[in-house]
């Protein structure tokens, strides 16, 4: 079992910067792929970011040269760091690992996903 925990998330003016964090805990040593997915109201959960443990790495379209996911994995941990942002980008943001080396955009490949965290980006 895999625990998730993000945080960073908060308010920022259009075009500043946030860095969300994700912390796994327990079997992290099972974990193949991270992601990063994000659920505005009245929206779809969508796909934003992964990295597996190679450090390979998948955008959205819509963040790409924007965001930027990286890992630490003496700390188990997997980042998002956000630049450029928009009001559109508000949303929660949640992290889910993967135990699946295959696992990429689809949110139903994931099998552990964190609380979320708040991003909230005013114009």
């Known amino acids: 079992q895999v625990q998730v925990v993000e945080s960073g998330g908060g308010l920022v003016q259009a075009g500043g910067s946030l860095r969300l964090s994700c912390a796994a805990s327990g079997r992290t040593f099972s974990i193949y792929t991270s992601g990063w997915f994000r659920q505005a109201p009245g929206k779809e959960r969508e796909f934003v970011a992964a990295i597996n443990w190679i450090g390979r790495s998948t955008y959205a379209d819509s963040v790409k040269g924007r965001f930027a996911i990286s890992r630490d994995n003496a700390k188990n941990t997997v980042y998002l760091q956000m630049n450029s942002l928009k009001p559109e980008d508000t949303a929660v943001y949640y992290c889910?690992?993967?135990?699946?080396?295959?696992?990429?955009?689809?949110?139903?490949?994931?099998?552990?996903w964190g609380q979320g965290t708040q991003v909230t980006v005013s114009s």
């Open positions: 889910a690992v993967s135990l699946t080396g295959a696992a990429s955009r689809g949110d139903y490949e994931y099998h552990y």
